[in-house]
């Protein structure tokens, strides 16, 4: 299967509670086994989130199953996806420089500007 790399960021509201609530809730049986089947079933063979300050960074690992519009789609009918989602969005807040017109979330994703990979 043909892998691809993608990372996003977003910022947690800069709050110290909410940051330690956040790193709880994705702590190894945090999130709901439902949110958790949802990724694999997607295409997503790897992900982690990284933190500094209030930033999260992430980077996730997809197959060429992987369409971040069908996911959507299909978490639309997964009631737990759903509320985890609503949650996570309780805690997150767009990056400064964000476009508020982008109703794609609060995940944004970044491009890739240098790759050991790719060098002479």
């Known amino acids: ?36 089947r949802s990724l694999r079933d997607a295409g997503i063979s790897e992900l982690e ?26 978490d639309a009918h997964i009631p737990e996806v759903r509320t985890w989602n609503a949650l996570m969005e309780t805690l997150q807040q767009e990056l400064p420089f ?4 982008v109703a794609s979330g609060k995940w944004r994703c970044m491009e890739r500007i240098y790759s050991l990979a790719a060098q002479p």
């Open 49 to 74: 989130i990284y933190l500094i300050a209030n930033r999260l960074f992430m980077i996730m690992e997809v197959d060429e199953r992987y369409s971040a519009n069908e996911k959507s789609r299909v």
């Open 98 to 101: 964000s476009n508020p017109d």
């Open 1 to 36: 299967m043909n892998k691809r790399r993608m990372c996003f960021a977003v910022d947690l509201r800069d709050d110290k509670d909410i940051i330690e609530r956040y790193k709880e809730l994705h702590m190894p049986g945090g999130p709901p086994a439902a949110v958790t």
